[in-house]
């Protein structure tokens, strides 16, 4: 079966190749330039072999996909991305030979196969699924060769070379197989669908046309049994409904007119492959010949497409689709596919072999090497000089009266004067006139001349030379004027090469340089200046080799221009004036317009046919309707201004590819990061050990409109950044949420409509999560807990051993002194009254001693840490020792907590201090009533002892004598306050 399909579509190949036009079709005198882009297997086409008529789809993403007969190709405007058999997915493309393509509402791609039948492609997930068992007709058979698919109301229309048409419904998943009668019994091999201006399917077949109307019934348009076998090769409908096709293999087109049923046959010169009509009605043929294009009101006037570089006509074209912007696409038999703008360029070349042109006194004239031409509206171009010229013509310019100075460039130049009729007035003579030649309003003109050689003392010309040389009083200059200007007021100004710009005035009485500052300061910036203007509202335009120099009207100082706005900055062609005010600066390859009160400046390339070789000063020309003209390469280019500033803005530009440490992250990969496809993706998430991280994207018309991009990962750049280049990578960004936004400008400087924006968030390092923090403040909260939990383990060995020193010294030391106190009592009972005493005395010291130790003991016993403890010991102490002495004691307390812990050395050397003081004022004071009172005021504690005794001084100067209460006393830092006023008055200031 696959070698009768081969056999058949060689046939129709071979056809085409046979019939050539005898007188060929368009000639280079009628041609259109278009700039092609080509895409082919250097391109990263997966294969430049194409025999399908079905092979191109504009997505609804603004991708173009292109089929060859080894995979699926993506181009974006920048790049291709290919999908074969070969791909590393999972779910890859089943079969390379792809013969057909469409797209349905909900963005699947259906794909068309040679021998597999259907596939089906998501192009958000990048999953290939075959269809082959899935769709079998109601006889049990399978699609094999798929030649069209076209998608239509919810239903995807599938025509086969042998197996039928059928109409496969999305929602229902029903197949439905076409039955037109018996005369189609071997299926009607379908080649091509198309969608009506009516919304009717328009089916293209082996045996001529059907068209499925609202009714559902259909129209058969049958040219294969009518006409002698004549077979449609592609169908397009025109303007007015009727629908025109190529015949297969022969030099002729089918036109059907839908509103008659009339069919008639239309002679061309050759065959063709494939045509396509634009938005404006212009038909586009491709065939073996080459590429052509004709309006549909006049379909035997052709036009040749000329690529401007490469080889187009060498293109057999098969396929051709075209965009809603005028990008057409096409896809060839064997060198691959490409792209191009039907629209105009914006320039074109003037036929006829012309070398210069020149707008004198509202009049323009064209000239090649020996003829001047007068351009007559609707009437073409009249030859002016009736009698043969001495030379080749270098330049040339008109009087008022309207006779030509003619310079014919040769060294010793000639210079030659001819009437307004183009009859010589005069022989010619020798002169040296380079460049500029400037008509005055006084009958006169101004020629860029060093001297007369030889005759014409009498013609009404003037030298610059002669003018320099007079009012500066030096030698002129040879060929160091690089331009001159006579301004609307009268003032010659000449651009010198290295002396800045020399301006004499309109009386010819003065005469000065323009100052100049190399930094420009309001000044002329370069002292070489290239090209002198003055537009039509008396603003100067000075181009120097540092840009442009501008001085307004009635100012004194300059604005500038240069190729940090984007202005070429040197080899300046020429400067002109539009009908709108814009001023256009020529260049070898570039051209501008710049708004002096918009301050708009835009750019242009020009394209190869129309650049200009040579880089001398020549004249950017303009005709009465405003277009303007120049000599390029090939002859007078010519370029409507208007046409030129009225371009469309960019495409919004589409993110194509994603890049993780440098490497492509492929979507069906089951470790990718992408759900979907990225243009598909408004975020994405990073983790830490991915943030080197890079991005492609596109501008689907950006080669066409020259576009420049900016970018700015918010969050990480600080400002826009700009690029011709469409991938940006960074690297080692930190863990943060980051907005990536990018944006075109063209060459005209027109901005996309939108900016395009992705956020990017780069997670944590996993040392960094939450997850660890909370494990981070756990550990960190057992550290402290087992901190504390060691020290209170140390703290309680600590009480335990005051406890278990405290039991010691109560229990073993306590009894033992007890033991020496009833001993030495009962043993002074039988003594004598001197050892008595002393043995007394021993019974004395040791009861001291049980006292002092049971002092240390409650001071060191961690059960007695309190206030209260401290309060009961004190109260006790006082009672006892009043009552020895048969006083009266009263304690009191004020702000205590007595629960609250009070350290052992604090709670320890308060009591000895208030032991001592009781101690001492017992002894030796004449005094009935001890007042003790403890209280706290804010932080400050104060322990206060009051006597009504009289004998003060001696109980103060004890006290301050004693070295147990000093100690005491350091040991607090504090001291001792002693009043005698109103009896005795003792207190001290403690921190508790």
Avoid at 488 to 504: E, R
Avoid at 923 to 936: H, V
Wanted: charged share 20%.
């Amino acid at each position: 079966m696959n070698h009768i399909v081969r056999y058949i579509f060689g046939a129709v190949l071979h056809c085409i190749l046979i019939f050539f036009a005898i007188n060929g079709i368009g000639q280079d005198d009628n041609s259109q330039y278009v700039e092609v882009q080509y895409l082919g297997v250097d391109q990263g086409l997966t294969n430049n072999e194409q025999w399908s008529q079905n092979a191109i789809l504009y997505d609804q993403d603004g991708f173009t996909w292109i089929l060859s007969l080894k995979g699926l190709n993506r181009y974006d405007g920048t790049a291709i991305k290919q999908y074969t058999i070969h791909d590393d997915y999972h779910q890859r493309l089943t079969n390379g030979e792809l013969t057909a393509i469409a797209q349905d509402d909900d963005g699947i791609i259906w794909l068309g196969t040679n021998t597999e039948g259907l596939i089906k492609f998501d192009p958000s997930t990048s999953v290939f699924e075959s269809y082959q068992t899935k769709l079998v007709t109601i006889d049990g058979s399978e699609l094999k060769q798929i030649n069209a698919l076209i998608f239509k109301d919810d239903q995807l229309y599938i025509g086969t070379a042998f197996n039928g048409l059928h109409r496969y419904n999305l929602k229902t998943k029903e197949i439905y197989t076409y039955d037109f009668g018996d005369r189609y019994k071997s299926g009607i091999g379908t080649t091509q669908f198309i969608i009506s201006s009516k919304n009717e399917l328009i089916i293209n077949h082996l045996y001529g046309i059907i068209v499925e109307t609202r009714d559902g019934s259909y129209e058969h348009y049958n040219i294969f049994s009518n006409y002698q076998q004549k077979r449609p090769q592609t169908v397009i409908e025109l303007s007015d409904g009727s629908l025109l096709m190529p015949i297969y293999g022969e030099a002729e087109w089918c036109k059907i007119n839908r509103g008659t049923g009339e069919i008639m046959f239309l002679d061309m010169p050759s065959s063709s492959n494939t045509i396509q009509n634009d938005h404006k009605g212009n038909i586009w043929i491709g065939s073996h010949e080459g590429t052509f294009v004709c309006h549909e009101s006049t379909l035997n006037q052709w036009t040749n497409i000329k690529a401007i570089d490469g080889d187009f006509d060498d293109f057999s074209l098969i396929c051709m689709m075209l965009k809603a912007d005028g990008t057409m696409t096409f896809n060839s038999l064997h060198k691959g596919a490409g792209t191009f703008s039907t629209k105009p360029l914006g320039y074109k070349l003037i036929e006829g072999n012309y070398l210069q042109t020149r707008t004198l006194n509202r009049t323009q004239f064209f000239s090649n090497e020996h003829s001047i031409y007068k351009r007559v509206i609707d009437e073409g171009y009249q030859l002016v000089n009736q009698q043969a010229l001495v030379g080749p013509i270098h330049n040339f310019a008109q009087f008022d009266n309207g006779d030509f100075l003619i310079n014919h460039g040769n060294k010793p130049t000639l210079i030659s004067l001819l009437d307004m009729h183009g009859q010589r007035k005069a022989s010619s003579w020798l002169s040296r006139i380079y460049a500029t030649m400037i008509p005055t309003s006084g009958g006169k003109m101004f020629v860029d001349s060093k001297d007369v050689l030889l005759g014409a003392e009498d013609i009404p010309y003037e030298f610059v030379a002669k003018q320099y040389e007079k009012e500066l009083g030096v030698d002129y200059p040879d060929y160091k004027v690089n331009h001159f200007c006579l301004t609307q007021k009268g003032d010659l100004l000449l651009a010198t090469f290295n002396d800045g710009v020399l301006q004499i005035e309109s009386d010819k009485k003065e005469y000065n340089y323009l100052p100049i500052d190399d930094y420009g300061n309001g000044k002329l910036n370069s002292n070489n200046a290239t090209f002198i203007f003055e537009d039509s509202k008396q603003n100067l335009l000075i181009m120097t080799d540092r840009g442009l120099n501008i001085r307004r009207k009635g100012s004194k100082t300059f604005e500038y221009l240069s190729h940090q706005d984007g202005l070429k900055d040197n080899n300046i062609i020429a400067i002109n004036e539009d009908n709108d005010g814009n001023i256009w600066m020529l260049f070898q390859k570039e051209l501008f317009s710049f708004h002096l009160d918009k301050l708009q400046l835009k750019k242009f390339k020009i394209n190869k046919p129309f650049r200009i070789a040579s880089s001398e000063i020549a004249e950017l020309s303009k005709d009465r309707k405003g277009n303007f003209y120049f000599s390029c390469d090939n002859g007078i280019a010519s370029f409507n201004p208007k046409e030129l500033l009225n371009q469309k803005e960019p495409d919004n530009i589409i993110f194509t590819e994603l890049y993780i440490n440098k490497k492509l992250e492929k979507l069906a990969n089951e470790s990718s990061i992408l759900t979907k496809a990225i243009h598909l993706q408004s975020s994405i998430d990073l983790e830490y050990e991915q943030r080197d991280l890079g991005l492609s994207f596109s501008c689907p018309d950006g080669h066409a409109l020259d576009v420049s991009y900016y970018y700015m990962l918010e969050g990480y750049d600080k400002t826009w950044k700009t690029t011709k280049d469409p991938v940006i990578h960074y690297t080692n960004l930190q863990a943060d949420n980051y907005q990536f936004h990018v944006k075109a400008l063209s060459a005209a400087g027109i901005w996309t409509k939108d900016v395009s924006s992705l956020e990017i968030n780069v997670s944590a390092p996993w040392y960094k999560t939450w997850n660890m923090y909370v494990i981070y403040l756990i550990c960190f909260l057992g550290l402290i807990y087992a901190i504390y939990y060691y020290q209170m383990n140390q703290i309680l060995k600590y009480q335990k051993l005051r406890t278990q020193i405290s039991d010691n010294l109560h229990d073993h030391v306590g009894n033992l002194l007890s033991g020496i106190a009833m001993q030495s009592e009962l043993l002074a009972m039988d003594m004598e009254e001197n050892k008595a005493q002393q043995m007394s005395v021993i019974s004395t010291l040791s009861k001291e001693a049980m006292t002092r130790i049971k002092d240390v003991s409650w001071a060191v016993d961690y059960k007695k840490d309190t206030f209260k403890e401290l309060v009961i010991k004190m109260d006790n102490y006082l009672n006892e020792v009043c009552v020895t002495q048969n006083k009266k004691g009263f304690f009191d307390t004020q702000n205590i907590q007595e629960n609250n812990t009070i350290p052992p050395n604090i709670r320890q050397h308060i009591f000895l201090i208030y032991k001592t003081v009781i101690d001492q004022l017992l002894e030796r004071s004449n005094g009935k009533t001890l007042m003790t009172f403890l209280g706290k005021n804010k932080s400050k504690g104060e322990l206060v002892i009051k006597d009504e005794g009289t004998n003060g001084i001696e109980i103060r100067q004890v006290l301050l004598n004693n070295n147990q209460l000093l100690k005491s006393l350091k040991a607090l830092d504090t001291s001792i306050q002693i009043e005698l006023e109103k009896g005795i008055r003792i207190s001290i200031k403690v921190d508790f």
